[in-house]
């Protein structure tokens, strides 16, 4: 079955921006099926969706209150999709997933681990 690997710094600066790789394995993230999405928990708080990208890759949708600050984009020969977010501030510490959805709308299949990543100078 297809996993999920986060990577990235897990510390970033106040005001800098912060970037974390999905690896996939054990499925393509070319399948003209599959939304690719990203989830953040900050420490006590409950999960909140970032935002996907969709199976052609050609474009992104990305929550409202984060849209202004947020890039989603992938790498089809590395297999990976990546999550940047722009001027970071502590309210950005969280455990960011990085997750599969079977269709539009469709349940969060398959989650990563989960990488901690703290803001703070």
């Known amino acids: 079955q297809v996993q999920l690997q986060e990577s990235g710094p897990g510390l970033v600066k106040p005001s800098q921006t912060l970037s974390l790789t999905c690896t996939v394995s054990?499925?393509?993230?070319?399948?003209?099926?599959?939304?690719w999405h990203w989830i953040r928990q900050p420490p006590g708080k409950g999960l909140e969706w970032i935002g996907y990208?969709?199976?052609?890759?050609?474009?992104?949708y990305y929550s409202p209150s984060l849209k202004s600050r947020t890039s989603i984009s992938r790498d089809t020969a590395k297999n990976q999709f990546t999550l940047q977010l722009t001027s970071v501030t502590p309210e950005d510490t969280a455990v960011y997933y990085c997750?599969?959805?079977?269709?539009?709308?469709?349940?969060?299949?398959?989650w990563g681990k989960g990488t901690l990543v703290t803001v703070s100078s």
């Open positions: 990208i969709r199976p052609s890759g050609s474009s992104a």
């Open positions: 997750t599969r959805a079977g269709g539009a709308g469709g349940d969060l299949e398959y």
């Open positions: 054990d499925g393509s993230i070319s399948t003209d099926y599959y939304y």
